[in-house]
């Protein structure tokens, strides 16, 4: 194929001008390879000369000289002003006659010769690229392989790391081993061509080598309003012989092994993608992405340079996470300005007219009109800006300046564009990250969790019926608009949010139960802990009210864990400490608290859970709407939950066994279960009792311990040749006891360091003014006027009495029990109402013994009863038949 060819027919030029739109002088101009003039309008071009054959075919007829005579007329006059006719001028007084030019025997016979050119060059090549019967390219054909509107795919490049050391296009290889986003879409190409130089120029070989073939291509993303095209830059460094295309970085997707397998796949991505947007709430296990979908890392503060392992809920939030950092996404929208290699197209070279053969004496001399054919590049993107229904209406809504709604559809073909990433919440890192999204699966209302779940009896009731209630008047008011009758604050807007203070021994279930009534009401938890709101009053109140903000809108249950941190009494020595509780309480001087202040017009679910309560400042009670007390279990209470996380291990062992082939674990329930029992004695008396997060990690460590012990007996058994059974795994007490002495023993150490002299946690916690583990009362009702209280435990011989027309009682020294709007209910024993503890006696009104659990005689039956501020309270005769906790056909 020729690097070049000059056309020197007027009427060519004029047929070529005509077609273009342009207003071309007839100087001789220049095209140069890949001839992007004639491929751009080869349909053009041959549609003209199929009129012209229907008019001058017939040999018969006289050609139409029409050249000869329009140089006569033009003769005498400078050659600047040979040019066509602009729309101002007359055909008349016209320099040129145009319509004979365009329109003769003599422009037939020139344009034949134009497409006889085109058939012997170009469209041999074309039809080879087009059907991918060309394997191999050379580098001045990349033109013809890539035209703007044209799907390519980029397949996950694989980059040698360590190679790229040293390299100064490390840079550039670096992005391209971070590139994820395979599916594109051409929208302008340029460059592939050396500059032009004269033949006596002599200029560095950096400087006459080719251009790079760059190629802008997009993606579409999404940026919290709308979806839109996302561009980057694929550049292809000049080469010497032919290569396979598909070595290419980037090569259509007729070339692609299993394309159509592929495109459907990203297809259906798509569709989860554009899902995705809505649905919001999903769950997430994978590791995140540290770069955007072309391979430029993700410039965002904070964000670490390498993946992160992530499980658990998250929320997709384009918006939310573009408001707190516009680096998180690529930007939407085409480049201002597209690349222009102009040098292509511009050559110092004087063509002269001599005299004679001799060269001696010239009579003229021009330079070369040299097509400039990078307009075509530039035109063949405006086209397809024109005729893309996507980008078409991308731009109609992009550049309205009335904010009319303009739907965006996207085909098949524009699915596949769609990101495989989005940006998202992860509620256990308390921050964005970009998430791949084929590990995004939905989540589900699950109610099995909170069926499982060991409370106390009424607890589960009250919490779902205020949940309940909670969402019903959130979905009347976004239905209907806002109702100040619904609103039980005289002030409108505030307290529309429902607050709980979970607070008792630790490991009971006080973050289990948040926990499932989010998954009950398939609402995202959103676990927040002091340490995420800062140190400073400055930084807590910054974080807090971004943490509030983001839950109220995602309708997320928010979960404050260990809540006493920020909410204990404040002290006159600490001034700092004073000054972050300050954020979180009512300033009793001047300074309303920030934190009283948003939770009191926040309307979602909070979580305060803590197993220090008798640290918490008066000034935030009034806050909390209900208080749920969470005590030791009880030997009921521990039993149910062995048989629970027995059914929970039979359940994951046989899928591991499904999955692995191996066989199931063999579990001998009556056996452990009488193990439980012996256990909980041996417990009660050492006053160490498990609670459930210790029964769970018991049952987690003795089935690891079975699962091994049968691997190694496989492993001896590998040197018989002779095939033999895989050793059956089986869960024995003795891994239990195993566990038991390990727990035991960091128990009494612990004791032993902090120098208690063998006292449990309750009873440090006791001494702490944490926690009054000891404190029960038996009668089933809520304390009265006048209630004898009375504790067992062995410091209970400073007892106080109030009187005096205020609420008496009397229990050990120290700080008295919280009972902040619920009480809480109890009872020890496996019946009803038992006769009360020898030395028991009551003032008037239902009685109400303090005593030491662990002291108790049998069948004894303590409660403790929550009633929330307001309600009735129930009387102890109708209570005589409650359990300790709720069963699971008690709702």
Not at 166 to 176: H, I, L, M, N, V
Not at 647 to 655: G, S, T, V, W
Request: net charge negative; proline share 6%; aromatic share 10%.
């Amino acid at each position: 194929m020729p690097e070049r060819i000059r056309i020197n027919s007027h009427p060519l030029l004029a047929i070529l001008s005509h077609i273009a739109s342009k207003d071309w002088s007839l100087r001789p101009r220049v095209f140069l390879q890949p001839f992007k003039m004639f491929v751009h309008y080869d349909k053009q071009i041959r549609d003209y000369l199929k009129d012209l054959e229907g008019k001058w075919a017939d040999p018969k007829r006289p050609i139409r000289r029409v050249v000869e005579s329009m140089e006569a007329q033009s003769n005498g006059r400078d050659d600047n002003q040979a040019k066509f006719p602009k729309a101002s001028q007359s055909r008349d007084t016209a320099a040129y006659d145009l319509a004979n030019l365009l329109d003769s025997r003599e422009a037939l016979l020139d344009l034949r010769c134009l497409v006889r050119f085109m058939d012997r060059y170009l469209a041999p090549v074309l039809r080879r690229f087009d059907n991918a019967s060309l394997k191999k390219i050379e580098f001045e054909d990349l033109w013809y392989l890539f035209k703007p509107g044209d799907g390519v795919y980029a397949p996950a490049p694989k980059v040698n790391t360590i190679a790229m050391m040293g390299d100064r296009t490390a840079p550039e290889k670096s992005r391209r081993s971070n590139r994820y986003q395979t599916a594109w879409r051409v929208l302008h190409v340029s460059g592939g061509r050396s500059p032009l130089t004269a033949d006596e120029e002599t200029k560095p070989l950096m400087e006459s080598r080719p251009h790079d073939f760059t190629m802008i291509c997009y993606y579409l993303d999404f940026n919290g309003a709308q979806i839109g095209p996302a561009v980057c830059s694929f550049v292809i460094k000049p080469f010497e012989s032919a290569v396979d295309i598909t070595s290419l970085e980037v090569f259509p997707w007729r070339y692609a092994p299993k394309g159509p397998a592929i495109r459907e796949r990203l297809r259906k991505e798509g569709e989860l993608f554009r899902e995705y947007i809505d649905t919001k709430h999903l769950h997430y296990d994978g590791t995140s992405l540290t770069h955007h979908p072309c391979g430029r890392p993700v410039q965002v503060e904070g964000i670490a340079n390498h993946p992160e392992a992530i499980e658990g809920q998250v929320i997709v939030g384009f918006e939310e996470g573009m408001q707190i950092d516009p680096g998180w996404l690529s930007p939407i929208g085409f480049p201002d300005d597209l690349p222009v290699y102009s040098s292509e197209v511009i050559e110092n070279y004087s063509v002269r007219l001599w005299t004679n053969r001799d060269q001696v004496t010239s009579t003229d001399s021009w330079n070369d009109t040299i097509h400039q054919d990078y307009q075509i590049d530039k035109l063949r993107h405006s086209e397809l800006v024109e005729s893309d229904p996507f980008l078409k209406a991308w731009e109609s809504r992009f550049f309205n300046d009335d904010d009319v709604e303009v739907e965006q559809e996207l085909r098949d073909e524009d699915l596949i564009l769609l990101p495989t990433r989005v940006l998202a919440y992860v509620f256990r890192e308390r921050r964005f990250a970009l998430l791949r999204l084929s590990q995004l699966h939905k989540c589900k209302a699950d109610s099995d969790g909170f069926a499982n779940l060991k409370l106390l009896r009424g607890y589960k009731k009250m919490v779902k019926s205020l949940v309940l209630t909670h969402f019903m008047k959130k979905k009347v008011t976004q239905s209907f608009g806002r109702s100040n009758s619904i609103d039980f604050d005289v002030v409108h807007g505030k307290s529309k949010g429902l607050v709980f203070l979970l607070h008792g021994v630790p490991g009971v279930g006080k973050t289990s139960t948040a926990e499932c009534v989010a998954e009950a009401t398939g609402k995202p938890l959103f676990p927040i802990t002091c340490g995420d709101l800062g140190l400073t009053p400055e930084h807590v109140e910054k974080t807090l009210r971004e943490i509030f903000h983001l839950a109220q809108l995602w309708d997320c249950v928010l979960l404050l864990d260990e809540a006493d941190i920020f909410l204990a009494q404040r002290t006159r020595t600490d001034l700092k400490r004073n000054a972050l509780v300050s954020v979180f309480q009512l300033d009793l001087y001047a300074n309303e608290s920030v934190f009283l202040r948003v939770l009191e017009y926040y309307s979602g679910i909070l979580f305060l859970t803590t197993n220090r309560v008798g640290v918490i400042d008066e000034a935030f009670k009034s806050r909390i709407h209900v208080t749920l007390l969470y005590p030791e279990l009880t030997e009921r209470q521990t039993q149910a939950i062995w048989r629970m996380n027995l059914d929970r291990l039979r359940k994951i062992d046989r899928e591991r066994a499904e999955r692995s082939d191996d066989p199931e674990m063999i579990i001998d329930d009556t056996a452990i279960m009488d193990y439980q029992k012996r256990h909980f004695q041996e417990c009660r008396k050492m006053n160490r009792s498990w609670n459930g997060r210790q029964i769970r990690n018991a049952f987690q460590t003795a089935s690891a311990l079975a699962l091994f012990d049968a691997h190694q007996a496989n492993i001896s058994k590998l040197n018989d040749e002779a095939e033999i059974e895989k050793a059956v795994p089986v869960l024995k007490v003795e891994y239990f006891e195993k566990v038991s002495v390990a727990s035991s023993n960091f128990d009494l150490y612990i004791s032993e360091a902090a120098g208690v002299g063998g006292k449990s946690e309750g009873e440090r916690a006791r001494d702490r003014g944490d926690r009054a583990d000891h404190l029960r009362f038996s009668g089933g009702a809520p304390l009265e006027p006048g209630t004898e209280l009375r504790s067992t435990a062995s410091n209970n011989v400073n007892n106080r009495r109030v009187s005096g027309g205020q609420d008496s009682f009397r229990g050990p020294q120290g700080p008295p029990p919280q009972y902040s709007g619920l009480n809480a209910l109890r009872e020890q024993g496996n019946s009803g109402f038992g006769s009360p503890p020898r030395g028991a006696s009551a003032q008037f009104g239902p009685s109400s013994n303090y005593f030491d659990p662990r002291q108790a005689p049998s069948g004894a039956g303590m409660y403790d009863y929550s009633q929330p501020p307001g309600m009735p309270v129930p009387h102890p005769s109708r209570q005589n038949t409650m359990h300790d906790f709720d069963e699971d056909d008690d709702e």
